[in-house]
């Protein structure tokens, strides 16, 4: 639990005072008054290039609520009732059918579960791994500190793999139970796995958590497979609508293993928090009606392109970003962590969110050593409008001395 | 976890099948092609007098998809975004304006949070608790067996409160660290918590969950207010919309006292599972434009005609049902098991689903002894073109020998 108290220490959910234990961070949390929405406001930065949200400016208003008005006027009104806590048959159905066809995953609609998002999912293959028996889970030695917290407060060990130029080194993998990896896009580092490692941890026999968080958004090849479609029987595949759609709909799946189901439908009972049932339909239907497709091939032309205008933008000052075959974000390596934490500071009084390589870092055993530096470039975030202005931004902060 | 098992066996979801293991069952799990509805539809009695839910029919789906186009024109693009794990700042704004309104609770929006149902609230606030070091959990000897599920999978031992016509015997409760009541209206026996009880519960100083499932359905006198105005530094008051509007909805919320906050939000930040940040949006809209009022006060109202019908109907056959004064249920206590069950077994064969007491009794030390018996009458559940049949056919099965 200490690790997660950090956490929201660090995600300013809860002030630590040296002495007096810790409480609820007063910023977020007071006087929701009419003034808050303008404080919360605020605490957006004008220009945001970090990873790990979308356009959300693109999310497609419109056809959502049309979706979800077909939706709720064909349901039966027993689908308004308590769902399955594993998630509606019929998005299950769908679901399985999409990713087949999208992402080359293997999947009866019974092994398909709907969570509340990817971390929701993570804690619940989590918690069911701990359950079975696994003690300790092998994570990309770069990642998400949130996702680390969540297995670590799920109860289990974590033991980082070294992550090169041909994504997760899954030779390190022994000693762990299970690992959780980011195949087709790592996260931040951008590699994709390479096919000789997924054979690696296809055979591997573990149980692999495969986040798919961007799976759909491929340029320049055709699109990598999911690594569950090797070895079905030890990958858990996790999907999100929070790229796709909108992190704020809290709607992901999960593709779960055999050996797997019964502990993971366990947990669901233990703490059942299936998503809304007409969110649930409304999405089935966005995807059977094709929408979904279609808001994908818009969202992928767009942040190609603005993927093209990062990558000559910087080529410009001959600055080169790597892991750009995929998904919404690119690195930029640096040479010096020092480096990198000007560069975020400088950026910061531009009015320019950015984030560092460190603030993805695993600490302990394993971890990449020495640290590498660089910048995660999130493009996907800002809207249209604000891009030029953002890119322009970063342009100067790079371009100034001291790099 | 063998509780939860069992409980996941006895609701369909596992099958056990002796020596060897329990696996997925397939009743609901398989083959969702196009029969798949009909299959489910099957599934669902005629007639349905089940307590635990609304009439789904109800749902003002128009108003509902009204407000929440309404709401998502009025939303900022980073309202779309990934939110607050406590819920959106928002919705807890309004909920505590309206909770100190309908039901006297006392709550800062700092102390609301959001869950995706009372089921989630409750595995929250006991794995919090069990993280504070929590060990023993009092439950009405007669409740949902679900949450005693729930709580026992976190982590909690339960010990069963005697309930008698003047509700939980709270005088029972020395031994255990926390309480888990329905003070309102109990849940299944009907009974309101008698005002000399309500003040031992506050005074008590262990923590109090009081599950409000139904506070707003009062028919004959002045609302009883909650519970925890009496004592919010002891009391997690926990509201629900799956009676007030649906289920589907999988909305809920907590009013949480200062000393469980930060053990109840690293529960969140470990297993984050917050709903749709569109569908806290168009409840909070739906609160404040009056619409939820207007909807329940309609409920209200076509709820309280159901019960006199049905006290009338049992009336004339010289039956009295007992716990009317609130809710959507009510028990028509039998003086043997044997009865229970042969009338459950009775209306089965009528097409109409009936439940008994003994499915909510807890087991173990301190349970009511001898057991009660009874039936548990949900009048909320039928649409309203069904209830005249449904209540014909009740008739019908108590009016027959043997009773």
Known sequence: MAEVYSQLVAEGWLTARTGSGTSVAERRAVDPGPGAAARLEAVVPRYDLRPGEPDLSAFPRRAWLATARKALAAAPDHLLG???????????AVLAGYLARARGVAAEPAHIVICAGFAHGLAVVCGALCSAGTGTLAVEAYGHQAHRGIAEAQGLRLRPLPVDGQGAVIGEVAGADAALLTPAHQFPLGVTLHPQRRREAARWGGVVIEDDYDGEFRYDRQPVG???????????????????????????????????????????????????????????????????????????????????????????????????????????????????????????????????????????????EPGRAGLVIGYGRPPEHAYTTALARLCAVLSADGR
Do not use: M
Request: net charge positive; no cysteine; glycine share 10%.
């Open 82 to 92: 308590y769902p399955d806590p594993r998630g509606l048959p019929q998005l299950r």
């Open 226 to 368: 999911a690594l569950q479609a090797l070895a079905p029987d030890h990958v858990v595949y996790a999907g999100t609508a929070s790229k796709s759609l909108a992190p704020g709909l809290r709607l992901g799946w999960l593709v779960v293993p055999s050996r797997l189901l019964d502990a993971v439908t366990a947990q669901l009972a233990a703490a059942p928090a299936t998503p809304s049932g007409l969110d649930q339909l409304t999405l089935a239907e966005f995807i059977s009606s094709g929408g979904y497709d279609r808001q994908i091939r818009r969202a992928r032309l767009a942040y190609r392109r603005r993927r093209d205008r990062l990558a000559a933008a910087l080529r410009r000052q001959d600055l080169h970003v790597t892991g750009i075959a995929a998904g919404l974000h690119a690195v930029l390596e640096l040479s010096r962590t020092d480096t990198e934490r000007q560069l975020v500071a400088r950026a910061a009084g531009h009015g320019l969110a950015l984030e560092g390589l460190e603030t993805h870092r695993a600490a302990g055993q394993g971890a990449a």
